[in-house]
C-alpha cells in the first residue's frame, strides 16, 4: 500500500509561486507514473502533470509553461513548482500514483488512471 502525503500549499497573490512537495511511503516498485490534480469548489477533479517514473511530463493545457513537475526518486518524493499563478489556480490539490506497466512510457492525466491519493493541500491564489 503507497501512502502520499501532500505539503506546501498555502496563499500567495497573483503572479507569485508555490513549490508542493509529495511525500511517498510504503513505496512500491510498480508505481510507474505520479501526477499532481486540482480540485476547485463546485468542480470536477482536473489532471493538472504527471510525470513516469524514468521523467517522462504531461502538462493540462492551462499550466503549460508557468507549472513544472519534478521527482527526487532517492526522497521518494514528487514536487510541483508553481509560478505566475493566477486566481484561477485557486483549488485544493491533490497528489497521486498509477501503478499499470502500460503508463511506463506516457504519464496519464486522467482521475481514473490513479489508484492511490494523498489528503490534498489547499491553494489560493488572491488577485
Known amino acids: 500500500q503507497v501512502q502520499l502525503v501532500e505539503s506546501g500549499g498555502g496563499s500567495v497573490q497573483a503572479g507569485g509561486s508555490l513549490r508542493l512537495s509529495c511525500a511517498a511511503s510504503?513505496?512500491?516498485?510498480?508505481?510507474?507514473?505520479m501526477g499532481w490534480f486540482r480540485q476547485a469548489p463546485g468542480k470536477e477533479r482536473e489532471g493538472v502533470a504527471s510525470i513516469t517514473s524514468d521523467g517522462t511530463t504531461r502538462y493540462a493545457d492551462s499550466v503549460k509553461g508557468r507549472f513544472t513537475i519534478s521527482q527526487d526518486n532517492a526522497k521518494n518524493t514528487l514536487y510541483l513548482q508553481m509560478d505566475s499563478l493566477k486566481s484561477e489556480d485557486t483549488a485544493m490539490y491533490y497528489c497521486?500514483?498509477?501503478?499499470?506497466?502500460?503508463?511506463?512510457?506516457?504519464?496519464?492525466?486522467?482521475?481514473?488512471?490513479?489508484?492511490?491519493w494523498g489528503q490534498g493541500t489547499q491553494v489560493t491564489v488572491s488577485s
Open positions: 510504503g513505496y512500491s516498485s510498480s508505481i510507474y507514473c
Open positions: 497521486a500514483a498509477c501503478s499499470q506497466y502500460q503508463y511506463y512510457y506516457y504519464p496519464p492525466i486522467g482521475v481514473a488512471q490513479y489508484n492511490y
